[in-house]
């Protein structure tokens, strides 16, 4: 059983950076995949980032590409996301997800295995 962990939500005025993490539970990912999403009330869940644990390749969606960066810490067994020039259209819960057993990362949330809590991300104007 695989245990996300996200934190580092809160709130954060236009403009301003936040980072998050996401805690993986005493494993090794050396062929597995991790992403971002997030949902805003009424929304669907949307693809943010995404990544490879091992083989470097890294996605972004369009809304968020060249303000956020996905990147991970192998020794902490922790993926991050750095989030600078927040928006107000930002705002939503952000979830970490893993997917076992595959050398490229998803877009399409149902491809992914396990997922954290969540961690509420607020922007105001």
């Known amino acids: 059983q695989v245990q996300l962990v996200e934190s580092g939500g809160g709130l954060v005025q236009a403009g301003g950076s936040l980072g998050l993490s996401c805690a993986v539970s005493?494993?090794?990912?050396?062929?597995?995949?991790m992403g971002w999403f997030r949902q805003a009330p009424g929304k669907e869940r949307e693809f943010v980032a995404g990544?490879?644990?091992?083989?470097?390749?890294?996605g972004y969606a369009d809304a968020v590409k060249g303000r956020f960066t996905i990147s991970r810490d192998n020794a902490k067994n922790t993926v991050l996301l750095q989030m600078n020039s927040l928006k107000p259209e930002d705002t939503a819960v952000y979830y970490c997800?893993?997917?076992?057993?595959?050398?490229?990362?998803?877009?399409?949330?149902?491809?992914?295995?396990?997922w954290g809590q969540g961690t509420q991300v607020t922007v105001s104007s």
């Open positions: 005493g494993r090794t990912f050396n062929r597995s995949a």
């Open positions: 990544m490879t644990w091992s083989g470097g390749n890294t």
């Open positions: 997800a893993a997917a076992l057993s595959t050398y490229t990362y998803y877009r399409n949330w149902r491809a992914y295995d396990y």
